[in-house]
């Protein structure tokens, strides 16, 4: 499955889930943010209009939804059911370690994020 290629909902939970890796170790790295540019661009949001509004309706989504630990786990079980299939949910796993490893240091709690993404989609 290619990120262009998602539905509006699948974009939606991955740009969700990207925020909350990024934001897990409570420090946000200029590689991360980069990397989060070119992943609303791979997104097929080609102009940077879209891809802000696209990053500020995410963010405010989030900031909704994710008070404390019961509430992010939740948010997270919700996200992965977006994605049925194995390669669908490999992709996102995938998509979401790369955006961790950019600013070549991956906190415990950015560990312990994508191992409970992991979880909730079954892998």
Do not use: W
């Not at 946000?28 to 879209?50: I, K, M, N, V, Y």
């Not at 939804?65 to 992965?80: K, N, P, W």
């Not at 194995?86 to 994020?113: H, I, R, Y």
């Amino acid at each position: 499955m290619k990120l262009a290629g998602m539905t509006n909902l699948q974009r939606q939970a991955l740009l969700d889930l990207a925020l909350l890796a990024m934001y897990s170790d409570a420090h946000l790295a200029s590689a991360e943010d980069e990397r989060l540019q070119r992943l609303l661009t791979e997104l097929g949001l080609a102009s940077e209009s879209e891809r802000d509004y696209e990053l500020d309706t995410a963010i405010a989504r989030i900031r909704r939804e994710s008070e404390g630990a019961d509430h992010r786990r939740s948010l997270i079980t919700r996200m992965a059911h977006q994605f049925p299939t194995d390669e669908e949910k490999q992709q996102v796993c995938a998509t979401l370690e790369e955006l961790l490893k950019s600013d070549e240091n991956v906190a415990p709690a950015e560990n312990q994020f994508l191992a409970n993404v992991r979880q909730a989609m079954g892998l």
